[in-house]
Every structure is written in C-alpha cells, then in structure tokens.
C-alpha cells in the first residue's frame, strides 16, 4: 500500500486521483484536499488528460471530514476558516474545470464524502453504497457546499429531510433522486467508471468543456441569461475543427478522430 493520501496517475487519456487513507475510510484532511487540488492542476496543465476519475481504495469511498483535524483546529478560529475555505475553493476549482471528473462510489460516501462527489459531474456508485449527509447527528453543519449543491441536485425537501434526519439511503434511491447517474454491481464498479471515462476522452473534449461551462455558469442566473450564453459560445464553437471531423465523420459513416 501506498503511503500517499491520494494516489494520482493515468491510464491512457483518463487521469485517475484515487483516495488512499482506507484505515480511516478515506476521511478528507487538508493533505488529502491538497492533493486533490495538485491533481486537477497537474491534469489540466498537461496534454495528455481529457477524463479525470476520483475513486477510493478500501471499503469505502469517504466519510467526511477528518474529525480528529477539525477537533485540534477548534481553538483557532483562523486554522478553520482556512479549512472551511480551502475545501470550497478545491471543489469549486473542479466543478469549474474544463475537465469533465467522474467519481466512482463505493460503500459509504457521508457529510463531506457526499460534498465531494457532488462536486463532480457525473457519479457511479456501487448496489451496496449508502449515503448521507451526516453532519446533525453529531451536531455539525456542512461546510463544503452541502447545503448548496444537496437542493439544487434533490429540491430543496429532500435536501433537507437528508441534512435534518442524518439517514443514510440506498444506491437505487439515489439514482432515482438525481443523486448519481448510475448504480452498477460492486464488483464492476471501477471498470464501469473506466469504460465510461473512456468514452468520454474520445469525445470532442472541447465541446465538452463548453457545454460543462455553459451548465454550471447558466445555473448561477436565470433561464433567459443562460440562454444568452449559450447563443453568444455556440456561432464560434460550430467554426471549430473539430466539428468539420464530426460532421465528416457522420457523413463518411465512420468514429470521427477528434483532436
């Protein structure tokens, strides 16, 4: 076992980050955030990634926040502040990558596992994983976009009811809430996840940046100024080498090649 928090490598044109602290289910310390954060860096600055998938080594993909860091930073007000706000900065950076990031669930994925797999684009989760958001039962509140991105995914009752109740749900209850994408046998769970970010590197990863821009930065306003975005990328996008490959690629019957 490696004795890196998170274990960052490549496997053709997918960038894998993979959390790797199974003793304590792969809890989030600031290492662990910073980790993640030189990843995605690391993935956007070279060539070669066009898919990054986060998954977990052990039985669970992640329980939250390491506690025994948050207890030892609560006599100072700054040290969590910065915890707080380096966390939000993390997952805010991924959610504004031009990457598009897929994350593989298994297990249990609670409180700040669930803030970090919301913070993702599309989720896979394993037929056995539960989660939650665990914060009230300890009497905690979410401090990495919980209560941001939960209602916006849900609405905001089942938000709530989730956040108020503590309750763990199933997989296939997810799925059916918008929670995650797809439920998957366990024993197929990475490989799902892998086959479909190697779908997606094939794809015109240009255009996928700009339809992942255009939906999160549409969300922040309303319909008729995301639509006003979207009008304003598209004349330009349509100009691109890339779609003359796809358009000639749909004409000429075959897989286009993109660049």
Not at 68 to 80: I, M, N, S, T, Y
Not at 158 to 169: E, G, K, P, V, Y
Not at 197 to 216: F, Y
Request: net charge neutral; charged share 20%.
């Amino acid at each position: 076992m490696s004795d890196e928090v998170v274990r960052i490598w490549t496997e053709g044109q997918v960038g894998i980050m993979e959390l790797n602290r199974p003793q304590v289910f792969n809890c989030l310390a600031l290492s662990v955030m910073r980790a993640l954060d030189a990843g995605m860096r690391g993935f956007e600055d070279g060539e070669k990634v066009r898919v990054v998938l986060i998954r977990s080594t052990g039985k669970h993909f992640c329980t939250g926040a390491d506690l025994d860091e948050v207890k030892g930073k609560r006599g100072d007000l700054d040290a969590l502040k910065h915890f707080i706000s380096y966390g939000h900065g993390v997952l805010r950076s991924m959610e504004n990558s031009p990457l598009p990031v897929i994350v593989a669930v298994q297990g249990l994925a609670l409180a700040g596992g669930l803030e970090l797999m919301m913070a993702a684009d599309v989720a896979f989760a394993g037929e056995t994983a539960k989660l939650g958001c665990q914060h009230a039962q300890f009497g905690l509140i979410p401090g990495w976009g919980g209560t941001q991105r939960l209602p916006r995914l849900v609405g905001e009752r089942r938000a709530l009811d989730l956040m108020f109740s503590a309750r763990w749900i199933e997989a296939s209850e997810a799925r059916n809430w918008g929670l995650v994408n797809y439920v998957v046998p366990d024993a197929e769970l990475h490989a799902k996840a892998m086959q479909y970010c190697q779908t997606l590197a094939a794809r015109n990863t240009n255009g996928i940046a700009m339809m992942k821009k255009l939906t999160v930065h549409g969300l922040m306003g309303n319909l008729d100024q995301g639509l006003a975005l979207e009008a304003a990328e598209a004349p330009a996008a349509l100009m691109s080498d890339n779609v003359t490959e796809g358009l000639n690629a749909f004409q000429e019957k075959r897989q286009p090649n993109f660049k």
